[in-house]
């Protein structure tokens, strides 16, 4: 079966040592989003290369993020459930941690709140996999129990595993090849629709990423404003 396996790393992208790396070098076909500011986290532009490289991947795309490439893989599924098989989400971060320009930190105005409102909040009809930690700085336990049970995800309960990161002590991580391999067993057909090139979801207006983007340009507008 013609199939991708695309790698969605976070902030700062994943270096060589990172286990998506190690994992990207161990699948045949794997390949790793482009075209991404890895160091300026907007979910708008993020979610954007993610359903691009989706749509022009050949097969059904199985996606393995981490960080916050899980926040933007989510609403990139979301609008492309008949084009993703599956989702392998690695220690989503919470959404409040965030604006939709970058990081929050503390100061910002009051219309530019985080981002837990433009994030799916209902099972996005993909089968997905979120592995937590039960000590991670980026989100409590609790709150990305909340998060995999709006997606309608399975939970793998990692323990005291950091951000599941290089800093946590997760180059080589068998453990998460293995989950991936326990998720594509239990594909069974297509995702939800038709992989037929004429047939793409694009959802429109009411999609995840257009609703995603419209906030964004909102936000912005009201930021020049009173910054003027």
């Not at 492309?80 to 503390?106: K, N, S």
């Not at 998720?183 to 009411?206: A, F, H, I, M, W």
Request: glycine residues 10%.
């Amino acid at each position: 079966m013609l199939q991708t396996t695309l790698i969605v790393p976070g902030l700062d992208n994943s270096g060589p040592d990172h286990w998506q790396s190690w994992m990207e070098g161990r699948l045949p076909d794997a390949r790793r989003v482009r075209h991404i500011d890895w160091h300026i986290p907007v979910l708008a532009r993020w979610a954007t290369e993610v359903r691009r490289e989706i749509d022009e991947a050949p097969g059904v795309v199985w996606i393995v993020a981490h960080s916050y490439g899980c926040l933007a893989s989510v609403v990139a599924a979301a609008d492309r459930p008949e084009r993703v098989a599956g989702l392998l989400l690695v220690a989503p971060p919470d959404p409040e941690r965030f604006t939709a320009f970058g990081l929050r930190d503390g100061r910002e105005i009051a219309d530019r709140g985080g981002l837990s409102s433009w994030i799916p909040s209902a099972p996005i009809g993909v089968p997905s996999i979120v592995v937590a930690s039960r000590n991670d700085l980026w989100a409590s336990f609790e709150r990305t129990l909340h998060w995999a049970d709006c997606w309608g995800s399975v939970v793998v309960d990692a323990g005291q595993a950091g951000h599941i990161n290089v800093d946590s002590g997760h180059g080589p991580w068998p453990e998460g090849l293995g989950i991936l391999h326990g998720l594509r067993q239990s594909y069974t057909g297509l995702p939800l629709g038709s992989l037929d090139e004429g047939k793409v979801t694009n959802r429109g207006k009411r999609g995840a990423l257009a609703r995603l983007r419209h906030r964004t340009r909102f936000d912005w507008e009201v930021f020049t404003d009173l910054s003027t």
